[in-house]
């Protein structure tokens, strides 16, 4: 077998998908269930991961065209991409949580909202350096990136019909999902909740904390990660996971004061912003601001922070009675 074809035992094949570059590799999952081969991330729109689920199936001694279903742990397009393509090539449909729908359909669409949220919410004022950059991003993403992609709702019941059980991890996205093939229980894939890096965006703080709680009290035996090497003991990376972002967070926190703007807090997290940044550039620290006022709000949510609005610019700053 070629090395990015990784049999991981009882019915389950890892195949790190190459997404025709554009992308890092998507680590996709064939399962050998009782309903017939299924497939959890298929990767990003590229033709040469249908090609290589199409030789990796026929490895696993399945003929031409037996896939039966398509699975996204959620709905970024480095997981969902693919679906149109596996559609045309295996007549099957494609299920992602219905809380990723908006991301999955169309992430141009959802990243400009989640990105042009940073300015009409008063978090990141006009006259900044990182308002000017937010212009300009969002002058820039186009409509070209506009593919369309249709996907099913799932849900339990439908994971239960493909040998699958379905555990609900939001956090990193509000619908990323969990995954648990039947054949071989010990196996999770978890998507980009939990990564080698130990870096992954967080759309809620809030969910991710109770989504590792979650996948503690299901107990896996190794996690397989939506990018890079299988993660066991799956606890210890799930421990590991956690414990990073709970010091995030405090780090977050214990630099509020006196009063901070987003940008502030930007800055003291990731470095100064430098100056010429190409389009990549820009998308990152678009990201930062994003993730930042995700610390920022979860601090607010649980009492350690307040957000003050008496300046146009909301700022953050401790509590009168922190907890
Ligand atoms: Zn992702």
Redesign the pocket.
């Known amino acids: 077998m070629p090395k990015d074809v990784v049999n991981i035992g009882r019915g389950v094949t890892l195949l790190r998908v190459d997404n025709g570059g554009r992308f890092r590799p998507t680590n996709c999952l064939l399962i050998d269930s009782e309903a017939g081969l299924v497939l959890i991330d298929p990767g990003a729109d590229s033709e040469s991961n249908i090609t290589a689920i199409t030789s990796a199936a026929k490895q696993m001694g399945y003929p031409e065209k037996k896939v039966v279903a398509a699975f996204a742990t959620?709905g970024?397009p480095?997981?969902v991409g693919c679906f149109e393509r596996v559609r045309a090539a295996f007549d099957c449909e494609c299920y992602v949580h219905p809380l990723d729908f908006p991301l999955a359909r169309s992430f141009p669409t959802h990243f400009k909202k989640v990105m042009a949220a940073l300015t009409t919410g008063g978090y990141v004022s006009r006259e900044e350096p990182e308002g000017d950059l937010l212009r300009r991003l969002l002058d820039g993403v186009g409509d070209p990136l506009e593919a369309r992609v249709r996907v099913t709702e799932l849900t339990d019941e439908i994971a239960g019909m493909y040998g699958l059980s379905l555990v609900e991890t939001p956090g990193?996205?509000m619908g990323s999902v969990s995954l648990l093939p039947n054949v071989n229980p010990g196996v999770m894939s978890v998507?980009?909740t939990v990564l080698p890096t130990l870096t992954?965006?967080l759309t809620s703080v809030d969910e991710f904390f109770r989504s590792m709680a979650v996948l503690r009290a299901s107990s896996p035996r190794i996690l397989v990660p939506?990018h890079g090497e299988l993660l066991s003991p799956a606890l210890d990376w799930i421990n590991q996971m956690e414990s990073k972002y709970r010091s995030r967070v405090e780090q977050v926190i214990a630099t509020a004061q006196p009063a901070m703007k987003l940008s502030r807090a930007r800055t003291l997290i990731y470095g100064d912003l430098r100056d010429n940044l190409n389009q990549v550039g820009e998308r990152t620290v678009a990201l930062q601001l994003a993730q930042t006022l995700g610390y920022l709000k979860y601090g607010v949510t649980k009492g350690y922070l307040v957000e003050d609005r008496s300046d146009g610019i909301v700022k953050f700053r401790k509590a009168e009675r922190a907890p």
């Open positions: 959620h970024h480095d997981h990193h996205t998507g980009d992954a965006f939506g």
